[in-house]
């Protein structure tokens, strides 16, 4: 009889990072290896980003990261003119560089026609205290603002945690534990293994979930109800095949 040999596929390789490039899905890395927010996907429907641990350490796999980013309402210095691309930008402490980089700038004031618009940020200078830095926009403004009339979002992976407040946008999950000041993969979305943070999982395969902080975890639960949380996905299992806080599976629908 022949002899068979096992081809290499990707879902194999991409724990060592020849699929994703540098880094695998299951590594972790002190030092950035690829862009923050950087999007990864397998033809099976499982969708990656990669993100920092800006929190602490996590002992095990399953665990949900929320965005600990800077979301408050700086607004912008001055006036800006149609086809600029750096804007003066208020800040309300210090700012390291790229700080802002993969983040947003809001229009939310000003005229009528560049109001709700929203324009990707390159990069940004540092800025060492409370003052001034600048937003390097990828394209040119295609409107005018005005002074105060803009807010800035920082990149939702560029610092990620774990923990108990559930106000927090819930991003993703980890495939294993994560060391503090951590590069890794944040699954956001298809089949991935979660923490049940308590009994309430309700019966039924297709359930939605939400958060749960029951035990200190970063795990799910049906027993909360959808209203008025953030649904982060459905359920594969039923209530009787599963342990609580043990990993099981979830079909997720957070970010694709």
């Not at 600029?84 to 402490?93: C, L, V």
């Not at 790229?98 to 004031?109: D, E, I, Q």
């Not at 534990?177 to 019966?203: E, H, K, M, N, R």
């Amino acid at each position: 009889m022949a002899e068979r040999t096992q081809k290499a596929n990707s879902y194999g390789l991409a724990k060592t990072g020849i699929v994703t490039g540098k880094q695998g899905i299951y590594e972790t890395s002190t030092t950035r290896k690829h862009t923050v927010g950087e999007r990864f996907c397998f033809g099976d429907g499982r969708v990656f980003y990669y993100a920092l641990n800006s929190g602490t350490a996590t002992t095990q796999s399953g665990v949900f990261f929320v965005a600990d980013c800077d979301i408050s309402e700086d607004d912008s210095t001055v006036s800006e003119a149609v086809g600029e691309k750096e804007i003066e930008f208020t800040t309300a402490g210090a700012v390291g560089d790229s700080a802002f980089a993969g983040g947003f700038l809001v229009a939310n004031a000003g005229t009528d026609v560049g109001e709700g618009q929203i324009f990707k940020i390159q990069d940004n200078w540092q800025s060492t205290t409370s003052g001034n830095s600048v937003l390097h926009l990828h394209d040119e403004l295609p409107i005018a603002l005005v002074a105060a009339g803009c807010c800035a979002h920082e990149n939702f992976f560029y610092k990620v945690q774990t923990g108990n407040d559930e106000q927090n946008l819930t991003l993703g999950v980890a495939l294993v534990a994560v060391p503090a000041s951590s590069y890794f993969w944040l699954q956001t979305w298809g089949p991935a293994p979660v923490i049940i943070a308590d009994g309430g999982v309700g019966a039924a395969r297709d359930e939605q979930v939400v958060f749960s902080a029951t035990g200190g975890s970063r795990g799910i639960t049906t027993a909360l109800g959808p209203k008025g949380k953030q649904i982060l996905g459905n359920v594969v299992y039923s209530a009787g095949d599963t342990v609580q806080f043990e990993v099981h599976p979830v079909n997720l629908k957070i970010m694709p």
